[in-house]
Structures are given as structure tokens and as C-alpha cells.
């Protein structure tokens, strides 16, 4: 069974900065890309960032630009993706999904098949 673990999630004031991580199994994803994404309560899921195989960035929501980077890790075993953002604000109250494609190159929600549990992300006013 294909997995995706988050983690670092949690409550932060505005203006603060929080560092996402997401383990997935480098059988699996080594050659694929893969890509953060959040849902806020009654919106729709958002892709926010997409890296292909290698690390590079791919695709980064104007929303997010400036403020939130992401970086991979192909380690032997495990890849670790991370989501690191800086200048939060309220409206990125959400939870945050990791998530896994079965292309080297993904930029759209629909490219994505496997997801982790999700990540609440609290940013308070």
C-alpha cells in the first residue's frame, strides 16, 4: 500500500512560519513528481507547489510565491518533500495534503493519485 506521512503541522500567529514534511516510499516516487497542496473549509483543494523527480520546482501558486518554498529529498530508501512557509496569514488556515504523482512532470490536480492524511495548518489573527 502506497503511503504519504505528514507532519508539522499546527497552530502559528500570523506573520510566523511553519516547515511541512512528507515521507513517501522512493520505490514509489523517486521518478515521479510530487506536490503540496491545502483545502480550506468549503473550497476546493489548491495545488500549491509541484517538484518533478529531480527537486526542481515546477509549479508554484501566484498565491503562495515569495512566502512558501518547496524542496525534495531523494534519499536511498525514503523521499522527503518539505513545504516551508514564512509570512502566514489567516486565510492559510487549511489542511495541508502531500501528494503523489505517476509522472515525472505534474502541474495539475488531476495528475495526482496518492495522498497523505493531511496536516492541519492553524494561522491566527
Known amino acids: 500500500q502506497v503511503q504519504l506521512v505528514e507532519s508539522g503541522g499546527g497552530t502559528v500567529q500570523a506573520g510566523g512560519s511553519l516547515r511541512l514534511s512528507c515521507a513517501a516510499s522512493?520505490?514509489?516516487?523517486?521518478?515521479?513528481?510530487m506536490g503540496w497542496f491545502r483545502q480550506a473549509p468549503g473550497k476546493e483543494r489548491e495545488l500549491l507547489a509541484s517538484?518533478?523527480?529531480?527537486?526542481?520546482?515546477?509549479?508554484?501558486a501566484d498565491s503562495v510565491k515569495g512566502r512558501f518554498a518547496t524542496t525534495r529529498d531523494n534519499a536511498q530508501n525514503t523521499v522527503y518533500l518539505y513545504l516551508q512557509m514564512n509570512s502566514l496569514k489567516p486565510e492559510a488556515t487549511a489542511v495541508y495534503y502531500c501528494?503523489?504523482?505517476?509522472?515525472?512532470?505534474?502541474?495539475?490536480?488531476?495528475?495526482?493519485?496518492?495522498w497523505g492524511q493531511g496536516t492541519q495548518v492553524t494561522v491566527s489573527s
Open positions: 501528494a503523489g504523482s505517476s509522472t515525472p512532470i505534474a502541474t495539475r490536480t488531476s495528475q495526482y493519485t496518492c
Open positions: 522512493a520505490r514509489t516516487f523517486s521518478t515521479y513528481a
Open positions: 517538484t518533478r523527480w529531480n527537486g526542481a520546482t515546477t509549479y508554484l
